[in-house]
């Protein structure tokens, strides 16, 4: 099973909303990342999980965020978005010094 | 500051040409440097190099690092219509260049 999965494919929220992204693999991959990418733009990282353990945050606003429960799931909170926020949010996993496989994305519309 | 830089951000070739695509990088503490394609969604891997001087070949395709100059190039011969996409480079996972976007028309 080669394949990163991510739920749902579109969201629609309002800005006072509290929904989450999923994102879910079963390589045995222990690093996973949420990757924002807006229309026109390369992804943009936002978080990184290591071993379940938050390695890497990019400054990301706190109304976003992460969440590892184990080391197959994924998850990305969001809470009180602004419309700004509508992007394609990418999650990917890989096993620490090797390529990357990203899932289909979920493509949010902040309204 | 890290940064990831693609030339040309922009290609439009016909079927059959042969295709450069540069991506050249200034970071604190290189480990690898990784090639996607992007279409419609996801991207999707090409290649990752680690090693200068050594090229990785995948069909009409190959990719090559030189860590002196800091840069990478990926060739793509003989394009076809569906070689269309978005060509990105990565820096460690963590920092991708702009992209070069590449139309092969018939």
Redesign the interface.
């Known amino acids: 099973d080669t394949e990163v999965t991510q739920t749902p494919k579109h969201l629609v929220m309002g800005m006072t909303n509290k929904k989450s992204l999923k994102c879910e693999q079963h390589m045995g991959h222990r690093a996973m990342y949420w990757y924002k990418q807006k229309a026109k733009k390369p992804p943009e990282l936002m978080f990184v999980y290591s071993y379940e353990k938050l390695s890497i945050n990019e400054s990301v606003p706190s109304r976003f965020s992460p969440e590892c429960p184990n080391s197959s799931l994924l998850n990305l909170h969001l809470h009180a978005l602004q419309p700004e926020d509508s992007a394609l949010y990418l999650c990917a996993s890989s096993h620490l010094t090797r390529e990357q496989y990203f899932g289909p994305g979920t493509r949010l519309t902040v309204t | 500051e890290d940064k990831v830089v693609q030339s040309p951000l922009s290609l439009v070739v016909h079927e059959g040409d042969t295709v450069t695509l540069n991506c050249s990088y200034e970071v604190t503490n290189f ?2 440097l ?1 090639w996607y394609k992007q279409e419609k ?5 090409l290649f ?1 190099l680690t090693s200068s001087g050594i090229e990785k070949k995948s069909g009409r395709l190959s990719s090559i690092l030189d860590k002196k100059e800091l840069f990478s190039i990926l060739n793509i011969t003989a394009t076809q219509t569906g070689d269309s996409a978005i060509y ?1 480079c990565a820096v460690d ?7 070069t976007r590449l139309q092969v028309f018939p």
């Open positions: 480990r690898s990784l969604k996801a991207p999707t891997f990752m990105l996972k963590l920092i991708f260049g702009t992209g």
